[in-house]
């Protein structure tokens, strides 16, 4: 049968199995913001079914794009939230799947981002928030600064900004190493070289980087009250903090226990156990699904061609 082949871009990704061939399977991320994204949607609806996924702040429950009724355009959720229903209907079938639990473990791990031997830690801990209002906003700049003061002053430990430059309210402190943006694997090795990474984040839904960290063997210092993510958090990952008044605490605890993160989210998360989880909810939308296929998100696809 002939194949038609697929590029899609953000708010879409395909379901697809290890060869990149479609399930039958479309997900939709985020708002339609423009018109060629809802023609896109309407498009893809002739050869695909639709399940969502909350990788975008509070969505579906947001007020953008042109769609006032987002959770209507998908057959069932997969969401990252603690209480799903204050975001979507009650009876919309929905399951506590992430984009970010399907980071392979086997591909980010300390010898592959390390090919030259462990550079050993140089930093206590990392915090990455790029500059612009948004990524401020979605990375809690407001509270990351004070609490950058309680690290790196009151425990004095050695800190390290990733991501900006020439912000006019950097907290300039000489524990504190601040660097620009740089290539993800640069991002990934310097998250190796630290002993734990920092989210203050709240208005993320689907932080890569938290899964990143603990493939690499690093825990994670967390705000408790982070949209996405917190189910990262373990006796064996990390701690959550909810202020810069029990940051430190917080920090010295993450720093002193003998965490084990990495192999901890390979007994929990990663591409085999994440494409089960999602193979098993798409059974639950359709019959038709075949729940021995591997499946993964892609944005590369090809399907049976329509005649």
């Known amino acids: 049968m002939p194949l038609s082949h697929l590029h899609l871009t953000w708010p879409f990704l395909a379901v697809t199995d290890r060869a990149g061939r479609s399930n039958g399977w479309c997900v939709l991320a985020g708002p339609l913001r423009k018109q060629h994204d809802l023609d896109a949607y309407h498009a893809l609806r002739r050869s695909f079914r639709f399940v969502g996924f909350t990788s975008y702040v509070t969505f579906p429950s947001v007020q953008e794009g042109l769609v006032t009724d987002y959770g209507s355009l998908c057959e069932g959720w997969c969401h990252c939230f603690r209480e799903p229903d204050v975001y979507m209907s009650r009876g919309?079938?929905?399951?506590?799947?992430?984009?970010?639990?399907?980071?392979?473990?086997?591909?980010?791990?300390?010898?592959?981002?390390c090919q030259g031997g462990d550079p050993g830690k140089d930093f206590d801990f990392v915090y990455v928030c790029l500059p612009g209002q948004w990524k401020e906003m979605t990375k809690n700049w407001t509270l990351a600064k004070r609490c950058l003061h309680r690290l790196c002053g009151d425990l004095n430990l050695k800190g390290l900004l990733l991501g900006r430059w020439q912000i006019l309210d950097l907290p300039f402190h000489k524990n504190l190493t601040i660097v620009g943006?740089?290539?993800?694997?640069?991002?990934?090795?310097?998250?190796?070289?630290?002993?734990?990474?920092?989210?203050?984040?709240?208005?993320?839904?689907?932080?890569?980087?938290?899964?990143?960290?603990?493939?690499?063997?690093?825990?994670i210092l967390v705000n408790e009250q982070i949209l996405g993510g917190w189910k990262y958090v373990s006796t064996s990952s990390g701690v959550?903090?909810?202020?810069?008044?029990?940051?430190?605490?917080?920090?010295?605890?993450?720093?002193?226990?003998?965490?084990?993160?990495?192999?901890?989210?390979?007994?929990?998360?990663?591409?085999?156990?994440?494409?089960?989880?999602?193979?098993?909810?798409?059974?639950?939308?359709?019959?038709?699904?075949?729940?021995?296929?591997?499946?993964q998100l892609e944005r590369k696809v090809s399907y049976p061609a329509v005649s």
């Open 92 to 113: 919309t079938p929905k399951e506590l799947i992430s984009e970010s639990d399907f980071v392979d473990h086997a591909s980010i791990s300390p010898d592959t981002v």
């Open 240 to 295: 959550f903090f909810r202020s810069e008044d029990d940051v430190a605490d917080a920090a010295r605890q993450c720093l002193r226990a003998g965490f084990q993160p990495r192999r901890w989210f390979g007994e929990n998360y990663g591409p085999e156990l994440s494409s089960e989880r999602l193979a098993a909810f798409l059974g639950r939308l359709s019959p038709d699904v075949d729940q021995t296929l591997h499946l």
């Open 181 to 219: 943006d740089v290539p993800h694997q640069r991002t990934l090795e310097y998250l190796r070289r630290s002993r734990l990474l920092f989210v203050p984040s709240i208005m993320d839904a689907s932080p890569r980087i938290l899964a990143e960290a603990l493939c690499l063997d690093v825990p």
